[in-house]
């Protein structure tokens, strides 16, 4: 009932930008936070950026200063703005997002979505 797609990544020299996207559709009713996560082959998945409705943000110390994620409520969609990106930045990014589904009347519990990866890859 809900899908959530990412979009923008791709291959960039170090000291570069790129922006991915996360764009969730289907029966929303609300959604809290959205986040992004990254993960390398054979590491677990951390966590990147977090963003409230309100617009509150969280970093994690090793994106703070170069990172920065916003959203658009009326699109239902999380950016993460990466700039002066490092080879360490390469990873699979995934956008989460915290959501109410609406089932005809019924307006579910929230539960978290993930969406399918895009891939990022800095080379130095």
């Known amino acids: 009932q809900v899908q959530l797609v990412e979009s923008g990544g791709g291959s960039v020299q170090a000291g570069g930008s790129l922006r991915v996207s996360c764009a969730a559709s289907g029966s929303i009713y609300s959604i809290g936070v959205m986040g992004w996560y990254r993960q390398v082959p054979g590491k677990q998945r951390e966590l990147v950026a977090t963003?409230?409705?309100?617009?509150?943000?969280t970093y994690t110390d090793f994106v703070k200063g170069r990172f920065t994620i916003s959203r658009d409520n009326a699109k239902n969609t999380v950016y993460l703005q990466m700039n002066s990106l490092k080879s360490e930045d390469t990873a699979v990014y995934y956008c989460?997002?915290?959501?109410?589904?609406?089932?005809?009347?019924?307006?579910?519990?929230?539960?978290?979505?993930w969406g399918q990866g895009t891939q990022v890859t800095v080379s130095s």
């Open positions: 989460n997002a915290e959501i109410r589904v609406k089932s005809g009347p019924i307006v579910r519990s929230m539960t978290v979505y």
């Open positions: 963003v409230t409705s309100g617009g509150s943000s």
